[in-house]
């Protein structure tokens, strides 16, 4: 059983930046591909962006791509999300999930973090 607990969220202005983290516990960290999904109010979860259990390939909705960047640290079973360039259509609550097997961009995660509120004003 895999436990994921998020970090970082808070209030920025628009075109600010933040650093979600993303501890992960209970299983070898290298085994899973990880994910970042959110989920603005009113709406369904929705995919942000992912990364391979090697940390070598990466995929990202185009909405965030060429402002936000998911790495890893296996050594220290963490997943980041660095979120450049704010805008207030990125408010959500932001969650971080684990895959066996190869990532995807789909909801087919078999552990989810419980999240973190990100809001950007404008």
């Known amino acids: 059983q895999v436990q994921l607990v998020e970090s970082g969220g808070g209030l920025v202005q628009a075109g600010g930046s933040l650093r979600l983290s993303c501890a992960a516990s209970g299983g070898p960290f290298s085994n899973y591909a990880m994910g970042w999904f959110r989920q603005p109010p009113g709406t369904e979860r929705e995919f942000v962006a992912a990364?391979?259990?090697?940390?070598?390939?990466?995929s990202y909705a185009d909405s965030v791509k060429g402002r936000f960047t998911i790495s890893r640290d296996n050594a220290k079973n963490t997943v980041y999300l660095q979120m450049n360039s704010l805008k207030p259509e990125d408010t959500a609550v932001y969650f971080c999930a684990a895959r066996r097997g190869v990532v995807t961009r789909q909801n087919d995660y078999d552990y989810w973090g419980q999240g973190t509120q990100v809001t950007v004003s404008s």
């Open positions: 990364i391979t259990r090697s940390g070598a390939g990466t």
